[in-house]
């Protein structure tokens, strides 16, 4: 058994695809209309067949519930991670992305989250 998609809740695809292609890196893999949303993926450019991430549309009620709810307790929807987390914090504050917290060490991993602008926080996490 292996992951091949996992989602992400958002407020907004066009804006989310913007934030996680131009912003976090990733690149746009799946594009498909589907009436009023679209099916609409990115992956990471490093490994460009691996796990997909979906850009959900949050049209279901209970879903836009839960995902204010996490943001406003200040809970990551998810983890992504990096090489270095002090230099992502650095590269993506200067391009204006919002922290909720700056570079942590928790035990055997370094971590920040941060505001996608489109209803989540997103941890980045270093394995040490």
Known sequence: MKIKLTSVMVDDQAKALAFYTTILGFVKKTDIPMG????????SKDEQDGVELLLEPMSFAPAQTYQKALFDAGIPLTMFTVGDVDKEYERLTTLGVSFSMPPTQMGPVKLVVLDDTCGNHIQLVQML
């Open 36 to 43: 009023e949303h679209k099916w609409l993926t990115v992956v």
